[in-house]
């Protein structure tokens, strides 16, 4: 009950920025700051921007998913478990805040991608980096790794908005609703889970 309430306030920001964001002097905003990024495109950061866009997209967060849940059935640790609910809980809360919310993507003229799907609030593809980076600190401690992470997840942000199926609203959400469900999860059920894959193993 304390972790919720702790990421409570988050998660009413996260929705504030959702309802404020579908007004038309919102996205007027959003529109020429996106515009601003636009006129920045060269080559190499088209480049960059490319390579973050297959890193963590649908079928790579399938996969990490999948992989975390391989290392959790193997290693039956709870940084293990609380590194996966971190990737399923950020991920999962960016998809379930695209259907609340249901705003539409930048035009399609401004983006390098073609067509996507109609859902722009949050981020998905930064949701899942967050949550990825929150994850990898959770199974190293490491400090380096906290800078990598911080480094890859701006890197996504401005990636989003760069190739123009984004505006700058959707990639902030997304920060903080990862923030919001990892402070929820991070430390929930995890021995939890770890002592019921132990029992199911030892049966």
């Known amino acids: 009950?304390?972790?919720?309430?702790?990421?409570?306030?988050?998660?009413?920001?996260?929705?504030?920025?959702?309802?404020?964001?579908?007004?038309?002097?919102?996205?007027?905003?959003?529109?020429?700051?996106?515009?601003?990024?636009?006129?920045?495109?060269?080559?190499?950061?088209?480049?960059?921007?490319?390579?973050?866009?297959?890193?963590?997209?649908?079928?790579?967060?399938?996969v990490i998913s999948l992989a975390l849940g391989v290392f959790v059935l193997v290693v039956r640790t709870p940084e293990a478990v609380r590194a996966l609910l971190v990737v399923l809980a950020g991920w999962g809360l960016g998809a379930l805040l695209k259907v609340v919310f249901d705003r539409p993507r930048p035009p399609v003229a401004f983006s390098m991608l073609g067509e996507m799907g109609d859902t722009s609030f949050p981020s998905g593809h930064v949701c899942l980096t967050a949550a990825v980076a929150v994850a990898a600190w959770v199974l190293t401690r490491r400090p380096w790794v906290v800078a990598v992470g911080a480094v890859l997840v701006a890197g996504q942000m401005l990636?989003?908005?760069?190739?123009?199926?984004?505006?700058?609203?959707?990639?902030l959400a997304a920060v903080v609703a990862v923030a919001a469900s990892s402070i929820i999860v991070l430390h929930g059920t995890a021995r939890e889970v770890v002592h019921s894959l132990g029992k199911t193993q030892s049966g």
């Not at 996205?27 to 060269?42: E, I, K, P």
């Not at 908005?161 to 959707?170: A, C, F, M, R």
């Open 1 to 62: 009950m304390i972790r919720f309430v702790a990421g409570l306030p988050l998660l009413v920001l996260v929705t504030v920025l959702g309802v404020v964001a579908e007004t038309p002097a919102w996205t007027a905003v959003d529109g020429a700051l996106v515009q601003v990024v636009h006129d920045a495109r060269n080559p190499v950061l088209t480049g960059v921007a490319l390579i973050l866009n297959l890193l963590f997209g649908t079928e790579a967060g399938v």
């Open 159 to 171: 990636a989003r908005v760069y190739l123009g199926v984004h505006y700058p609203t959707d990639v």
